[in-house]
Nanobody, 131 residues
Framework: HVQLVESGGGSVQAGGSLKLTCVAS????????MAWFRQAPGKEREGVAA????????????YYTDSVKGRFTISQGNAKSVVFLQMNDLKPEDTGMYAC?????????????????????WGQGTQVTVS
């Protein structure tokens, strides 16, 4: 049973920074990617960033949704089961519940963007509020 635990959320002023952390259980050792999604109140869940590190996905490559390019960076920790999301120059529209996802079923290039249907494991999320 895969478990994902997020941390690092909080409240910041516009222009500030936060670093989110996602730790996956050992059950995900065979996992080939991890991603971050967010959901604002009254809106659909949105794929923010993904990091692919499996041979089946062409090795290490990343995806960012247009609104966060140049501001957010997804990276892997020393352990394969840890992924970070460094968020800089935060804006009020970045506010939402950020959830970590793993166990990818396909690469984002198949559809051109991240879809929550492409992931088989989810964390509970961590709240990010930008004012």
């Amino acid at each position: 049973h895969v478990q994902l635990v997020e941390s690092g959320g909080g409240s910041v002023q516009a222009g500030g920074s936060l670093k989110l952390t996602c730790v996956a259980s050992e059950d995900t050792i065979g996992n080939n990617c991890m991603a971050w999604f967010r959901q604002a109140p009254g809106k659909e869940r949105e794929g923010v960033a993904a990091l692919y590190f499996g041979v089946s996905f062409g090795g290490s490559n990343a995806y960012y949704t247009d609104s966060v390019k140049g501001r957010f960076t997804i990276s892997q920790g020393n352990a394969k089961s840890v992924v970070f999301l460094q968020m800089n120059d935060l804006k009020p529209e970045d506010t939402g519940m950020y959830a970590c996802a793993a166990n990818c079923r396909r690469h984002y290039s198949v559809s051109g963007s991240l879809s929550d249907a492409d992931f088989g494991a989810w964390g509970q999320g961590t709240q990010v509020t930008v004012s």
